[in-house]
């Protein structure tokens, strides 16, 4: 099947705007996961959501971050009022269990967001 | 917090050689699970090679092997044979315990390989 698909691929976006970021998960997979990534650095951990529960968002850096994932299945990022500090690749991660117990994550291609 | 501690930003191998990759991490849990990814030009992320901590022996997944060395919290990889499509950024991740939170991975900040002909 289909691997975890993200769109936009590229965004860019003047500063004070509000971006929409989706995550298209693997489909069956509970555990879904947001990380952001700054170039040349490794990913960092976002927000986590297990089927619509939303278990851990303490790597939000601020409230214009806000995620959901309503129906279990797709979930979206939103970024409010852009700043420059927020350019970035997003990447999403999906796992199939809620086992914790050091599942495999599938991760998509990232969407690059540019903010000018 | 855990931490994860990759001290070399670039690494080169001729193909068909061995190189490896460090790896360190600080934890107080006693058992949790270590992962290397690997993150082509394409930017997809994709498993290597996956440790469980509290089984001594060593992972192997073909060409991919790691040096686990618990007491040391010391996570290697060695790529043996080396092929022009290792080329890639590497990086080293822990994930906590089940019961100890969200399942997040925690990543080093990687080591660009890359496979010189």
């Known amino acids: 099947g289909a691997g975890v698909s993200q769109s936009p691929r590229y965004k860019v976006a003047k500063r004070g705007q509000d971006v929409a970021l989706r995550c298209d998960p693997i489909?069956?997979?509970?555990?879904l996961f947001w990380y952001q990534q700054a170039l040349g650095q490794g990913p960092e951990f976002l927000t986590y959501f297990q089927n619509e529960a939303q278990l851990d968002k303490s790597g939000l850096p601020s409230d214009r971050f806000f995620a959901e994932r309503p129906e279990g299945s797709v979930s979206t990022l939103k970024i409010q009022r852009t700043q420059q500090e927020d350019s970035a690749v997003y990447l999403c991660?999906?796992?199939?269990?809620?086992?914790?117990?050091?599942?495999?994550?599938?991760f998509g291609p990232g969407t690059r967001l540019t903010v000018t | 917090a855990q931490t994860v501690t990759q001290s070399q930003p670039e690494m080169s191998v001729q193909e068909a050689e061995t190189v490896t990759l460090s790896c360190t991490y600080d934890?107080?849990?006693?058992?949790?699970?270590l992962f290397w990814y690997k993150q082509p030009p394409s930017r997809q992320m994709i498993l290597v090679i996956r440790?469980?901590?509290?089984k001594q022996q060593n992972a192997t997944e073909n060409r991919f092997s790691v040096n686990f060395q618990k007491a040391a919290k010391s996570f290697s990889l060695k790529i043996s044979d080396s092929q022009l499509g290792d080329t890639a950024m590497y990086f080293c991740a822990f994930m906590k315990p089940w019961g100890a939170g969200s399942y997040q991975l925690t990543f080093g900040k990687g080591t660009k390989l890359s496979v010189i002909p």
């Open positions: 934890t107080s849990e006693n058992n949790y699970y």
């Open positions: 440790q469980e901590a509290y």
């Open positions: 489909s069956g997979h509970v555990s």
């Open positions: 991660a999906s796992s199939l269990a809620a086992s914790g117990r050091g599942d495999e994550q599938y």
